[in-house]
């Protein structure tokens, strides 16, 4: 069932194979995902068109907390409280070598790319199973993630679309960061993952994961935070500008995979709000997690597991911040 060839289209197979359902979502996709592009055009990411200096301020005012110096990377936790903030800068991976490009729609733009999980948890569960504060109480600092039943793991298909999305942003001209590149052991943890974030002053973060669920579960979400206020969590400014992104990596994830949204979270909008992530309650800077499919269930893993399909995947994500960072005058 597995489709692993590289860089072949199956949309001819699929097509086939999935015509009806692709009718039937096209008469059940809300008017709203489909109008999210006409609502981008017209209206743009409305407040979050100046998120940057609200980001600053926010960020400044995250970054008044204590930094903690830079530990090597990969070193075991220090040891010191749990609400420790390990060193984030050393683990979150440069521009690639290559540079960015020197000029394109998004020069001066930063967007920071959270690859979810680490390959190395599953080796490290003590390390990533240590709490840590996410403001509304305290969490994991990470998890192995999820994988298909041909054991393809989350944590290689967050890092394939990851740097698939590194090669077409900084096409457009834009820095982009990895948060890690399995270039650590483990981790980070979800609190250092937002700090990744914050400290870059990124103009927009996106995580990405694909989803556990039970077999018969398909379709894609995107995770937006809610409004939180509790200790260091504190989203109001960034939930209206998060919208707005994530309405934008919906739209164009739906366009460019013609992938539906789920059919089991979200009520078929493919946009989930929570409240409980420490990688969005975090962060002072537009962010939102992506579940791009079901690893669990055999239709959603034969195309989670195409190279083919993740390059449409990471394409559409893309877009989506492409179209964000633009703002209101971008036509998608
Ligand atoms: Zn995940």
């Keep these: 069932m597995s489709y692993t060839g590289p860089g072949f289209d199956p949309p001819p197979p699929r097509r086939s194979r999935r015509g009806p359902l692709t009718v039937a979502l096209a008469a059940l996709v809300p008017g709203a995902l489909l109008g999210w592009a006409v609502y981008a055009a017209v209206d743009g990411p409305g407040d979050g ?10 960020s400044a005012s995250a970054s008044s907390r204590a930094p903690a110096p830079p530990s090597s990377p990969g070193a075991p936790p220090s040891g010191g409280p749990a609400g420790g903030e390990p060193g984030a800068s050393p683990s ?108 870059a002053e990124a103009d927009a973060v996106v995580s990405i994961h694909a989803d556990g669920s039970g077999a018969g579960n398909r379709g894609f979400h995107v995770i937006l935070p809610g409004a939180v206020r509790s200790g260091a969590a504190d989203t109001r400014a960034i939930v209206g500008p998060s919208r707005a992104l994530g309405e934008r990596v919906a739209g164009n994830f739906v366009r460019v995979t013609g992938s539906a949204p789920s059919n089991y979270v979200g009520g078929g909008t493919g946009l989930v709000t929570r409240e409980d992530l420490g990688g969005l309650n975090l962060s002072t800077v537009p962010k939102v997690f992506i579940e791009c499919g079901n690893m669990r269930d055999s239709k959603d893993a034969a195309l989670l597991t195409s190279g083919a399909w993740r390059q449409k995947a990471a394409r559409g994500i893309s877009d989506g911040i492409v179209s964000f960072l633009r703002g209101p005058g971008s036509a998608r």
């Design 49 to 58: 068109g100046g998120s940057g200096s609200a980001s600053a301020e926010a």
């Design 92 to 199: 979150a991976t440069s521009p690639s070598a290559s540079g960015p490009a020197a000029s394109g729609p998004l020069k001066g733009k930063v967007v920071v790319i959270d690859p979810g999980h680490n390959p190395g948890n599953v080796r490290h569960t003590a390390e990533i199973n240590r709490q840590v504060d996410i403001g509304t109480h305290r969490k994991e600092c990470d998890t192995t993630g999820t994988a298909t039943d041909d054991g393809y793991a989350e944590a290689e298909f967050t890092l394939d679309v990851a740097h698939r999305m590194r090669a077409l942003l900084e096409r457009q001209g834009a820095t982009v960061t990895l948060t890690q590149d399995a270039d650590r052991p483990f981790g980070p943890c979800v609190d250092e993952r937002a700090r990744i974030g914050n400290r």
